[in-house]
Structures are given as C-alpha cells and as structure tokens.
C-alpha cells in the first residue's frame, strides 16, 4: 500500500508545475510599459543571465570533481553506486529551481511597475504571481526529483526501503553544494552592488535610490534576482527535499522497514501542494492599503493554507500510520505554528509597524554609531523567542511520539509540516525583489511620483516577508538539522564497525566536547568569510562608481549615460571568485574532523554548527532587516525624510546590515545542513579511516 501512496507525491509535483507554468503565463500577458522600462527590464535581465552562466560554469566543474570522487568511493564499495547520480540530480534540480524563479522575476519586474500606474492592487497581484511561480517551481521540482528516484530504486532496481531511503538522502547533498554557491555568490553580488550603489550615490553624491545616473543602479537590481531570487530558489529547494528525506529515512528506521512511513511526509507536502494553490487566490488588497493592511492581505493566504494542512494532517497520519500511532499528529502541528509563530516574531523585530523598529529609527538622530550598536541589540535580543519556539516544538514533538526511535521521526515531521505549505510562504518572500526591481524601474524610467509610493509600499513590505521567509527557512533549518543529526546516527550505526565507533555520544566524552567547540566556531569562521567577501567585492564598485562620477562629463547634469555594464562585471568577478573557499570549507571540514575525531566528534561538531549557526542566522537576518526598514520608515517622512542627517545615518545602517541578511545569515541555515549531509555521505570512510 506504501508503493501507491507514494503516487500522489508525483500528483502534487504535477499540479505544482501546472500551476506555476499557468501563472507565469498570466503574468506574461501583463504589459511591460513603456520602452525606457523596457530598456531598464531588459539590461537587467542580460546581467542576471551572464552572472548565472559565469557562475553554472563553475559549479560545474564543481560538480565534476566531486561526482569523480563519489564514483571512487562506491568503486572501493564506501557508497552504494546510485550516490554519485543522485548527488548530480540533487544538484541539478536546485540549480533549475532558482534559474527558473530568476527568469520569471526579470520578466516581472518592468510589469509589475506597469501594474502600479494603475493600482496598488493591481501591483502587488502581478508581483505576488511572479512570486508564486517561484515557490511552486520548487515545490514541484522537489516532488518530482523525489518521485522519480523513488520509483527508480523501488520498482527498477528493486532495493529494499531502508536501502532506497538511504541512497535518495544523499541527493540532499547535491542541493545543498548548489544551493551554497547560490546563496553565497548571489550573496556576494548583490550586496557589492547594493552598498557601492548607497554608499556612493546616496551619502557621497546625494542622489535618490535607484537614479539612473548611478552606475551601479542595473547592478543592485541584478543582484537582487540572483541573491534574492535564484539564491532563495535553491535554498530553500534543499530545506525542503532534504525535511521530507530525512524524516522518510527516520520514519524506515523507527518502524522497521515500513513504506507507509516513509510515505506519510511525501504525501503530507503533496497536500501542502494543492492547500498552497486555494491559498494564492486569497491575495489581494485595497488602494491605499497601509503596511498592515498589506502584510493582512499576504498573511490570509498563508494562515489559510497553515489551517487547512493542520486539518487534513489528521486523518492523513490516523488512516496511513494505524490509531494506535495517532499522537505522531502532534509533531505536524507543532510544526505548522512553530513556523507561524517564528515568522510572527521576526515580523514584530523587523516591520516598520512595531515598536523595535521604530525605536531603531530614533537612534538614527544621534549618528551613524548609535543606530548601528542599537541594530546589533535589536538582532541579539531577537534570537531569544526563535530558539524558545524550536525548543518547544522539539520537546513537545519527541515526547508526544513516543520518545527514541519514533521521537526522533517525530521531529524529522515537524520540520516536514513546518514546510509543508512552502508553495505559499516562499510566493510571499519571493515576490519583495520584484516589487524592489519595479520600484528601481519606477525611479529610473521617470514615472510619476504616485507609481513610485506604490511600489515603496510593496518593497518594504517585501522587506518584512524577506525577513519573516528569512526566520521560517532558518527555523526549519535548525529542525532539518537534528533531523539529519539523527538520520547520521543512524547510518553510521548501520555499517559494520559503526556501532562500536558511535556507542558514547556522553558530553564527558572529549571527543563529542572537541567536536561541539570546533563546530560551534564554524558558523563563525563562516561568517568572517562571507562577510568580508563583500567587503572586497564592494571596494571594487566603491572605487569604480567614484571613478565614473569623476571622469564621465555629463553624468551627474543626467547628459550622458553612466557605463552599468563595468559595475556588473565587477560583481560577477568578484562574486565567483569569493564563493569557492566558503564551500569547500563547508565540505572539507566534516570529513577532516571524522577522521582525527572519528563519528562522536561529528556528532559533537553537528550539535555545535546547529545550535550556534541558528543563532547567528537569526541575528543577522533580523538585524539587517530592521536596519533596512527603519531606513525605508525615515524616508517615509520621519526624522526629516530623506536626505536629512538621520536618513545618512539610517543609509549606514542599512548598508552594514545587507550582508547580514542577504549573505552571511541566509547562508549559515544551508551550512548546518550541508556538514549533515557530508557526513552522512561520508559515514563508511570516517568508520573505516578515522584515527579515534
């Protein structure tokens, strides 16, 4: 029965693709204005394309190197032979996810700043629909990659469940290594781009965001679709393959080989699949909507989408799993509003409607230094209710499981019905660089002032769900990761010899104590690298932007067109370059610490990066968030508007706080997994080689 349950996970695949196919259609017959937008459309669209060639070149010989070494290793019987192939696959289709989600946003941005000359509504419904093409791109590809290996290991190559689970996991590797260079080389562009387009234009020369006459303007709207867009798209690929694979393989290990547990999470985010749909038509809102009203607007359609999945969940686990197994329920609700509650959270830290950011704002009044140390306590003192969340949808979902086994497959479905609705919740983050290019459209083709408003209530709206998305993928992250945690100690005890190397995980034990502390420092040392990745990247811009308004006559009368082009290629050049030592750090240093600490100290090294990297995510996702909104709420009017002292000082803020949440933070939730999944793909190595 386990086998034909598995069918409906193709089915939502299926309706997922349809659905994204039917709205990217939609969102096409949408005009793209008039031809100075469709210029400025055009030449960003050109620079997304060049960066995501230069970068797939890359990573494909990445990829190359690693699928000769995973070939090497089931040659000498470490891996079974389909590793290697999955890997790729995992890869590939994280990499698609995000190439499709850039596409659709380059192709929506001059029309949804059309949409705006003619309403808010009208605005953030094409925006939203852009928005939503991603999310179901990446739940359908995910879906249909599992699907199709699923039924290729069952009914071709006729392997057992707990040998299928096993070699369908390590696919979330692939991911994971995409969705890494994605995030950090993304990362790295846009915010390069972003703080020499604010600090040179907006301080330095004391022209408004997005003026056409500063020449990293295409630069900063590139790097939006890259980082923000095809960056997110792979991120959250693997957050959400890699949720439904660990919690399969659990569900085998905890119920002795049973198909039906390793079905119920692929069925449970098939449904999420069709409750994510009915929740995208729910969307909509007024003229002259105020950011409540807006974030209203985005929360009915999630919260609907949350409700309906808890309700169908139910039934799903009593009639798959038996009665006698009912309570593992518990966990996917725990899940739903965990993820609820998380993003209600980095809502109030981070909206421009709540008091924290507010108060942010009027420490600007005293300095660049003040609204910088004020932002740092704001991320700091923002981790405490996340963690206390994750915490609790923890206990709560091991115990009421049934503890061991059962417990920890428990935890694995939390994450899953974190997820469950990604469809949906990555629509609602996806769709604020969209709104965000529309309004550097708006400003640099001339529109009038009111399309402008427009599309600044729909960017900074698109700020609070980017940071709200932010919270949710971390959050779900954290859960992953001790869901994969298990799923090594599983593996690990499954290969001969692992038993013995794994028996004492005791915090006495000093090779689980070396290995928590080296992990702990990881999400740090990665961090430092990410961060001053940009720095070095946003030098070169700084240097050439300075260059440009010196030496092009005209450019600052607005008589000659700046060279956007240099800019670009800059941040596509440093981007690449700066990607690489971030990741083979995350991959190298699993496989070292196995071999002189042996399986306790990954263990310990695992529990350390989770704990830690889930703070530092949230910190600097929240940090940066409320930097750049309490920017956009001073140039509202507040504190004198734009071009006051304060708003200088704000701009400060903002600016230290784009890598924090656009490229270090959003990157440390992929590490977490990625050093899981290395070792689970290593395991029989670390046993057979380890030196303790």
């Not at 996806?430 to 529109?447: C, H, K, R, T, W």
């Not at 499954?494 to 190397?501: D, F, Q, Y």
């Not at 956007?564 to 991959?587: G, Q």
């Amino acid at each position: 029965m386990g086998n034909y349950l598995i069918l409906f996970t193709f089915i939502g695949s299926v309706a997922a693709l349809l659905f994204a196919v039917f709205t990217a259609k939609k969102v096409l017959k949408f005009s793209e204005g008039t031809d100075k937008m469709q210029k400025q459309a055009k030449a960003i669209r050109r620079g997304a394309n060049a960066f995501l060639k230069r970068q797939y070149k890359i990573v494909g010989i990445f990829f190359a190197v690693l699928f000769v070494i995973l070939c090497v290793m089931a040659i000498l019987k470490l891996l079974t032979p389909y590793v290697p192939f999955a890997f790729v696959t995992g890869g590939f289709f994280s990499a698609l996810s995000g190439f499709i989600g850039m596409k659709i946003a380059t192709a929506s941005n001059a029309r949804t700043a059309n949409a705006c000359r003619e309403g808010l509504n009208r605005g953030l419904r094409v925006a939203f629909s852009a928005g939503s093409v991603m999310g179901f791109t990446v739940v359908g590809l995910g879906l249909l990659d599992i699907s199709i290996w699923f039924f290729l290991l069952k009914f071709v190559f006729k392997l057992e469940a707990t040998e299928i689970t096993s070699a369908m996991l390590t696919f979330g590797m692939g991911a994971s290594c995409m969705a890494l260079f994605a995030r950090v080389g993304g990362g790295i562009f846009t915010k390069a781009a972003d703080v020499g387009a604010d600090l040179v234009g907006k301080v330095e020369a004391g022209i408004p965001e997005d003026d056409p006459r500063n020449p990293a303007v295409i630069a900063d709207n590139v790097g939006d679709n890259v980082g923000d867009v095809a960056g997110m798209g792979a991120d959250l690929y693997e957050s959400y393959v890699g949720s439904i694979l660990s919690a399969s393989a659990l569900g085998v290990a905890a119920f002795n080989g049973d198909m039906k547990a390793m079905s119920l999470p692929l069925i449970l985010a098939a449904m999420g699949v069709i409750c994510s749909i009915i929740g995208t038509f729910l969307v909509r809102t007024k003229e002259g909507a105020s950011q409540k009203d807006l974030l209203r607007a985005l929360s009915k359609g999630t919260n609907f989408s949350a409700i309906v999945i808890a309700i169908i969940s139910f039934p799903l686990v009593y009639f798959i799993l038996g009665k006698e197994n009912w309570t593992l329920y518990f966990p996917i609700l725990a899940g739903l509003l965990a993820g609820v509650l998380i993003g209600q959270a980095t809502e109030y830290f981070t909206s421009d409607t709540y008091k924290p950011t507010k108060k942010l704002s009027d420490s600007s009044e005293t300095g660049s230094a003040t609204i910088i140390i004020s932002g740092l306590s704001l991320g700091m003192i923002s981790t405490a209710l996340p963690i206390v969340i994750v915490a609790v949808c923890v206990l709560v979902s091991y115990f009421v499981s049934g503890g061991g086994s059962q417990g920890l497959y428990g935890i694995a479905l939390a994450a899953v019905g974190m997820l469950s609705t990604l469809g949906i919740t990555l629509a609602t983050d996806a769709y604020g660089p969209v709104a965000d290019n529309a309004g550097g459209i708006a400003e640099m083709s001339g529109l009038p002032k009111e399309v402008r408003q427009r599309t600044d209530a729909l960017d900074s709206l698109g700020n609070t769900t980017a940071a709200t998305g932010k919270g949710f993928a971390i959050g779900s992250a954290a859960l992953t990761a001790l869901a994969l945690m298990a799923s090594y100690i599983d593996k690990a005890n499954s290969i001969p010899g692992g038993a013995e190397k794994i028996s004492d995980l005791s915090l006495m034990n000093p090779t689980v104590l070396m290995g928590m502390f080296i992990g702990a420092c990881l999400p740090f040392v990665f961090a430092a690298l990410t961060m001053d990745s940009v720095g070095k990247a946003a030098q070169s811009v700084v240097k050439e932007v300075r260059r440009q308004f010196r030496e092009i006559a005209g450019l600052m009368e607005g008589k000659t067109d700046p060279d956007y082009a240099r800019c670009v290629d800059l941040c596509t050049k440093a981007s690449l370059k700066e990607m690489v030592l971030p990741t083979i750090v995350a991959i190298a240093v699993p496989i070292a610490v196995g071999l002189v600490l042996g399986c306790t100290g990954v263990v310990g090294m695992l529990a350390g990066a989770t704990a830690t990297g889930f703070l530092m995510a949230v910190f600097m996702s929240n940090s940066g968030g409320a930097w750049d909104n309490a920017k956009k709420y001073i140039e509202s009017g507040t504190h004198g508007g734009k071009g006051s002292s304060c708003h200088k000082a704000a701009v400060v803020g903002d600016t230290v706080g784009d890598p924090f949440k656009d490229t270090a933070g959003p990157s440390i939730n992929i590490l977490i997994k990625l050093l899981s999944m290395v070792s689970i793909v290593f395991a029989a190595v670390v046993i057979k080689f380890s030196i303790l």
